[in-house]
C-alpha cells in the first residue's frame, strides 16, 4: 500500500498565510492534488498537477513540490476558508491511488 | 455546465444488496473517467476505483478490489456502485466524481454524495 501523510490541524488568524503540507515517497515522480471540503460538503479541487489553479479557485490558493513534500499555501487566509484539506496522489507504479488522512484548517 | 446527479439516501440490513448511481450531464459521458470516494462518518476521503464508460475499462484500489462493483450504462449517461451483500462497515457517504484524466488528471466535478447506513 502507499501512504500520504499530512499534519490533523492548522490554525492560522485573518490575513495570515496557512502552509499545509503532505509527505509522500512517491511525490517527486507522481503529480499531487488538493481538495478543499466544507462540512457537509462536497469536495472541491483547488489545485491540480502539483501547483495549477483551476478556474474559479482564488489566487490565494498555491500549491508547491519538493522532494517527497509537496504544499497548499493560502495567502491572506479568510474565514470562509476554514475546511479540510486532502492531498491526493499516487504510488510510483500508480497502482495505489490515495487521499492523504486530510488536514483541519481552522481560522482563529 | 457539468453536474453529477447521484441517487438518494439509503438505509439497508447487513447481508443485503445495494446498487447506487451517478448520473452526469452537461459533457460527453463516454470521453471521460468517472469513480467513486468513500467517506466513513467523521473520517477522511478513500479512493475507491474508476471507470471509462466508453469501453468500461475499469481500475479499483486494491484494498477495495472484490467488495464493490464498479459499472456504468453510457446509453444513459450513469455510473454505478454496487454491493452483493453489505457490511455493517460499508456505513458511509459515497461520492462520485469525474476523473479528466486528460487534463487535470483528477476528480474535477463532484456529486452531492450519497449516504449509505447499513443497520441490524
Known amino acids: 500500500s502507499y501512504e500520504l501523510t499530512q499534519p490533523p490541524s492548522v490554525s492560522v488568524s485573518p490575513g495570515q498565510t496557512a502552509r499545509i503540507t503532505c509527505s509522500g515517497d512517491?511525490?517527486?515522480?507522481?503529480?499531487a492534488y488538493w481538495y478543499q471540503q466544507r462540512p457537509g460538503q462536497a469536495p472541491v479541487l483547488v489545485i491540480y498537477k502539483d501547483s495549477e489553479r483551476p478556474s474559479g479557485i482564488p489566487e490565494r490558493f498555491s500549491g508547491s513540490s519538493s522532494g517527497t513534500t509537496i504544499t497548499l499555501t493560502i495567502s491572506g487566509v479568510q474565514a470562509e476558508d476554514e475546511a479540510d484539506y486532502y492531498c491526493?496522489?499516487?504510488?510510483?507504479?500508480?497502482?495505489?491511488?490515495?487521499f492523504g488522512g486530510g488536514t483541519k484548517l481552522t481560522v482563529l | 455546465e457539468v453536474k453529477l446527479v447521484q441517487s438518494g439516501a439509503e438505509v439497508k440490513k447487513p447481508g443485503e444488496s445495494l446498487k447506487i448511481s451517478c448520473k452526469g450531464s452537461?459533457?460527453?459521458?463516454?470521453?471521460?473517467?468517472i469513480g467513486w470516494v468513500r467517506q466513513m462518518p467523521g473520517k477522511g476521503l478513500e479512493w475507491m476505483g474508476i471507470i471509462y464508460p466508453g469501453d468500461s475499462d475499469t481500475l479499483y484500489s486494491p484494498s477495495l478490489q472484490g467488495q464493490v462493483t464498479i459499472s456504468a450504462d453510457k446509453s444513459i449517461s450513469t455510473a454505478y456502485l454496487q454491493w452483493s451483500s453489505l457490511k455493517a462497515s460499508d456505513t458511509a457517504m459515497y461520492y462520485c466524481?469525474?476523473?479528466?484524466?486528460?487534463?487535470?488528471?483528477?476528480?474535477?466535478?463532484w456529486g452531492q454524495g450519497t449516504l449509505v447506513t447499513v443497520s441490524s
Open positions: 452537461g459533457y460527453s459521458f463516454t470521453n471521460y473517467w
Open positions: 512517491a511525490l517527486p515522480k507522481q503529480y
Open positions: 466524481a469525474r476523473h479528466d484524466g486528460a487534463g487535470k488528471g483528477t476528480f474535477d466535478y
Open positions: 491526493q496522489s499516487a504510488d510510483s507504479s500508480a497502482t495505489y491511488r490515495v
